[in-house]
Nanobody, 117 residues
Framework: QVELVESGGGLVQTGGSRRLSCSASGITFSRYIVGWYRQAPGKERELVAR???????RYDDSVKGRFTIARDNAKKIAYLQMDNLQPEDTAVYYC???????????WGQGTQVTVSS
C-alpha cells in the first residue's frame, strides 16, 4: 500500500523560506516520478514542481528560481525547498508519486503553507 506523508508546512513571513518533505512507503521510490501540487482557497490544484527518476525537473513558471525540488532515493524522501516565499504561495501543498506520466497519482494528505505579508 502506497503511503505519502508530507511535513514542513507552517507560517512564514514574506521573503522567508520553508522546506517541505514527502516521505514515501510501499513503493520502489527510485522508479517513481514525485512532485508537488498546491491548492489555494477557491482555486484549482496546480503543479508546482516534479522530479523524474533520473533527476530531471520541471517547475511552474511562478516558482522558477525560488523553489527547488530534490529527492533522496535511499531515504525515500522528496523535498521542496521554497525560498523568497510570497503571499501568493499560500496554499495546501500536496506530494504525489506516479510510476509514469500516464499513471494514476498517489497523493499525500497535504500540508498547509501560509505566507504572511
Amino acid at each position: 500500500q502506497v503511503e505519502l506523508v508530507e511535513s514542513g508546512g507552517g507560517l512564514v513571513q514574506t521573503g522567508g523560506s520553508r522546506r517541505l518533505s514527502c516521505s514515501a512507503s510501499g513503493i520502489t521510490f527510485s522508479r517513481y516520478i514525485v512532485g508537488w501540487y498546491r491548492q489555494a482557497p477557491g482555486k484549482e490544484r496546480e503543479l508546482v514542481a516534479r522530479i523524474v527518476s533520473n533527476g530531471g525537473t520541471r517547475y511552474d513558471d511562478s516558482v522558477k528560481g525560488r523553489f527547488t525540488i530534490a529527492r533522496d532515493n535511499a531515504k525515500k524522501i522528496a523535498y521542496l525547498q521554497m525560498d523568497n516565499l510570497q503571499p501568493e504561495d499560500t496554499a495546501v501543498y500536496y506530494c504525489y508519486a506516479s510510476l509514469s506520466f500516464m499513471s494514476p497519482k498517489n497523493w499525500g494528505q497535504g500540508t498547509q503553507v501560509t505566507v504572511s505579508s
